[in-house]
C-alpha cells in the first residue's frame, strides 16, 4: 500500500442497487490492516457527478480509487482530468458496478462479486498510463451554440447501443437484475419495440464526410461494452488510437438481432454490415438533438461531437 502514497476513495454507495455501500465497508477494515489511518481518506458521493467534484478536488492525493461501477470511474476520471498533467493523482479502480467495462480493460474481471470483492490487486498494483478520450460536444438552441468538453476512459457510443446502455439504470430498478443479464433484458427491448436506425454524418482523421444509417456506433479505449460485449476486441487504451465499430443499416431486426447477439464474443466483425476502423479524431453531426449517446454507460445529449485520442494521459493502477 505505501507505494499508492496519499489514497483518496471515492465511493458511489448507489452502485450495483446499493452493493457498494456494503463493499465500502468492508475496503475500510481492509485498508486499516495494511497501512495507517493517515495514509487513506473516503468519500461518499451524495448525488450523481459529485465524484467529479470530488476528484477534480483531490490534487493533493497520489491516487485516487474509484469504488463502484463504470460511471463513478466515469466522474472520478473527469475530475482528475480538471487536475493538471503533472499534479495528477493516479487512478485506481475497485469493480463494484452492474457493467464493470473498465475494470475488464484493465484485468481485473475477476472481483466483480460484490460479496466477495477481492480488494488484494491494490496492494501489487503499480501504476501506467492509459489513453483518454476527449469530447468536443456541441448543442445548439435557438440561435446559441454551447460548447463544452466530456472525457471518456472506456466507451461513446450513439444508437440502439447507447440506448440499451441509458435502458439499464431503469431497467435495474424494475427487475433487479445487474450484469449481462441487465443489458441483455435491455438489448432485448431495444432490438424489439424501439427497433430503428440513426442517420449521422462521420468523419475519420478529418477526411471526406460519409453520411451513414447507424444502428449501432461506438468508438472504444477498451474493447468491450455493456458488461463484457467485446465490440472492438482488439482495442488497447495505450495505443494512441480510437477503436471504432459501426453498423449500418437498413437491415431487418431478424438480422441484426443475432448479430448484435454474437458481439458478446467478438463474433460480428465479419459481418458485412459492420465495419471497423481506427483513427486519432472522429467528428460527429446528428441531425437530431434527442439521440441517445453515453459516455462510459453515462447519457449526454448533444448534436455534435468530436472525439480525439490523447495517448498516455492518465496514470491508472493495473494489478500485476
Ligand atoms: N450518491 C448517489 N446517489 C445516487 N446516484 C448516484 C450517487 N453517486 C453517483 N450516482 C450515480 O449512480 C449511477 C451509477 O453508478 P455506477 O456506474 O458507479 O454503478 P452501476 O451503474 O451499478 O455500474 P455500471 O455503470 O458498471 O453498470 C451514475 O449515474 C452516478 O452518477
Redesign the pocket.
Known sequence: MDALGRVLIVV?????SGAAAGAAERLKRFLTMYCHREAFDIAQ???????TEIAAGAAGYDTVIAL?????VH?VACGLMRIEKGRRPTLGVIPV????DFARTLGLTDVTDVSGTDFSPLLTSSAAPIDVLEITCRSHTGGTTRTWTEYAVQTISFGLDAAIAID?HAMRKITGLTGAPLYLASGLKAFGRDYRDFPAHVRFDGGAEKRVRAIIFAIQNGPTYGSGFRICPQADPCDGLLDVCYATGPVPRAVALPVFLSAKNGGHTHNPHVHLQRAKRVDLVFPSPTYPIQLD??QVGAAEMSIEVLPSTLSVLWPR
Not at 12 to 16: K, S
Not at 97 to 100: P, T, V
Open positions: 458511489n454507495p448507489a452502485a450495483q458521493t451524495e448525488r450523481p457527478r459529485h465524484a463502484g461501477g463504470d460511471g463513478v466522474e458496478g452492474s457493467g464493470n439499464t454507460g453515462e
